[in-house]
């Protein structure tokens, strides 16, 4: 292996560099019973993060607007607290939030597609702390989402 493919590997990443090596991995959520393309497959994470963007938009103007009346050091402090109460009503209650529902997405459990409260709020104040949302596995689901026992598909 000369330079260049080794600093293609290490750029495509892992998963790349694994297929090239010629270990089959499948598709994104293979591995649970999910569809490669279409309604109910996994969602890709640039759709999650502009789900996730419009819903803390939301929740730090609710907090800009209702809470301290002005942008102030308690004003992000506040969004994280109505992020949390938002991701715990609406994914407990209808399995999206208005950023996911905006973007055609959905949070659901494995074994009944259906998100219970208790799931719901795991999920969000694991999302909270951001560092399980950042390590992903190879299906495409962050921590929180494995250790909540959902996923988030397409709508």
């Given at each position: 292996?000369?330079?260049?493919?080794?600093m293609?590997?290490?750029?495509?990443?892992?998963?790349?560099?694994?297929?090239?090596a010629?270990?089959?991995?499948?598709?994104?959520?293979?591995?649970?019973?999910?569809p490669?393309?279409?309604p109910?497959?996994?969602?890709?994470?640039?759709?999650?993060l502009?789900?996730?963007?419009?819903?803390?938009?939301?929740?730090?103007?609710?907090?800009?607007?209702?809470i301290?009346?002005?942008y102030?050091?308690?004003?992000?402090?506040?969004?994280?607290?109505?992020?949390?109460?938002?991701?715990?009503?609406?994914?407990?209650?209808?399995?999206?939030?208005p950023?996911?529902?905006l973007?055609?997405?959905?949070?659901?459990t494995?074994?009944?597609g259906?998100?219970?409260?208790l799931?719901?709020?795991?999920?969000?104040?694991?999302?909270?702390?951001?560092?399980?949302?950042?390590?992903?596995d190879?299906?495409?689901?962050?921590?929180?989402?494995?250790?909540?026992?959902?996923?988030?598909?397409?709508g």
């Open positions: 292996m000369d330079n260049r493919q080794a293609g590997s290490w750029l495509s990443g892992p998963r790349a560099a694994m297929e090239d010629g270990a089959d991995l499948g598709y994104r959520g293979e591995q649970l019973g999910l490669e393309e279409g109910g497959s996994i969602a890709r994470p640039g759709r999650r502009g789900a996730l963007a419009v819903d803390w938009g939301l929740c730090l103007l609710i907090a800009y607007g209702l301290t009346h002005g102030d050091q308690s004003t992000g402090n506040w969004a994280l607290l109505i992020f949390l109460v938002l991701g715990v009503l609406t994914v407990g209650t209808i399995g999206s939030t950023g996911k529902r973007f055609g997405l959905r949070v659901v494995l074994g009944t259906r998100v219970q409260p799931r719901a709020a795991l999920r969000t104040v694991l999302l909270c702390l951001a560092i399980p949302a950042l390590v992903w190879r299906d495409g689901r962050g921590l929180h989402d494995r250790l909540a026992g959902t996923v988030e598909v397409r």
